[in-house]
């Protein structure tokens, strides 16, 4: 009983078992139970499974609210819909990483399930390191809301092209350096096969290549998205809870997301200005003399912000056809 009570990175052991738990929980239910075998997942599944995690993530929210306070349940809940939507914008870069590779809409969802498990464990990673540089020099929370004002602005001003995976460097390193097959073999990461002597060595597959890729891409946009979270809430348990439980869902919704990602065509512009928001509310919060910016003016600007972009999508993107399957 002591171990439970004991306190680890601001909060009982307890709380972070029982989440690692739920997360765990889903985890398994997601292949071993919905998605034993290798298939395509439709649209409708998709979108159910989507609404399950979302549910989900949202009544986590709701107890940490019960359990917690009023303050740490909007917290939770601005972080989700910050992290949900700045996530989206990783679509883009899966859609075109499994279409360079010619991974199969039947495959895609075990390279995403196995993605989201290192995802877990980086996030811990760089959230742990995020929380201990806060905890020790405050002016690093200046840094990052600096940072996101920058990237927002530098957001709102570029083009909408994602870049051509074909020309990445990570990609020709590791087809460099390492044994690749020119060929899916079937669902597996790894194969043995003949090498150039003859004898039987590890081949990587395509189907590795792209989870390297989702990997690095999602290490990259959490460069954003993590310190966008710390200029909500410094505590590292509602920044971890609702980064994993934002990426859980995303997941799911990306077979849906990715035939009608066409219609969020000005999301992007929408998420810049949030990033700006974010970084900036921490400045206004010091302008004014508060200990912190009011969290339910932060959750509904952030919901207006949001529903604007992709209101003005949906609207401007109305009547378009989606890309040739």
Do not use: C
Not at 34 to 63: C, D, Q, T
Not at 88 to 111: K, T
Not at 119 to 138: D, E, H, K, T
Not at 291 to 318: M, N, Q, Y
Request: charged residues 15%; proline residues 3%; glycine residues 10%.
């Amino acid at each position: 009983m002591e171990f439970l009570l004991a306190d680890w990175l601001g909060k009982p052991a307890w709380m972070w078992l029982a989440f690692m738990g739920v997360v765990a929980g889903l985890l398994a239910l997601d292949l071993g139970v919905l998605h034993r075998g290798s298939k395509e997942i439709g649209v409708r599944e998709s979108l159910l499974l989507s609404g399950m995690y979302i549910a989900i993530g949202l009544a986590f929210g709701g107890w940490v609210w019960w359990e917690m306070g009023s303050r740490p349940g909007i917290e939770y809940l601005t972080g989700f819909a910050i992290e949900k939507s700045l996530a989206m914008d990783n679509v883009f870069v899966i859609a075109m990483i499994f279409g360079y590779l010619a991974i199969p809409r039947s495959l895609q969802h075990r390279v995403l399930f196995w993605g989201i498990v290192g995802v877990i464990v980086l996030r811990a990673v760089m959230i742990g390191a995020g929380a201990a540089l806060v905890s020790q020099f405050g002016w690093v929370l200046y840094l990052f809301a600096a940072f996101l004002v920058l990237t927002g602005i530098k957001m709102f001003m570029a083009g909408e092209g994602h870049g051509d995976v074909g020309d990445s460097k990570l990609l020709r390193f590791i087809r460099r350096r390492f044994r690749v097959t020119g060929e899916l073999e079937g669902e597996r990461f790894f194969v043995r096969r003949p090498g150039r002597d003859g004898r039987m060595v590890w081949w990587a597959t395509p189907m590795f290549l792209a989870l390297v890729m989702i990997e690095v891409a999602d290490v990259i946009f959490a460069v954003d998205s993590v310190p966008a979270i710390f200029a909500i809430t410094t505590d590292p348990y509602i920044v971890y809870t609702s980064n994993i439980f934002a990426i859980l869902g995303l997941r799911a919704l990306y077979f849906a997301l990715a035939a009608v990602i066409h219609r969020f065509a000005y999301l992007k512009q929408a998420l810049a200005v949030l990033l700006i928001f974010i970084g900036g509310k921490v400045f206004v919060a010091d302008l004014f003399g508060w200990t912190k910016f009011p969290a339910e003016w932060s959750l509904a600007i952030t919901a207006l912000i949001l529903t604007a972009g992709v209101v003005w999508s949906l609207w401007r993107t109305r009547g378009e056809a989606g890309p040739a399957a």
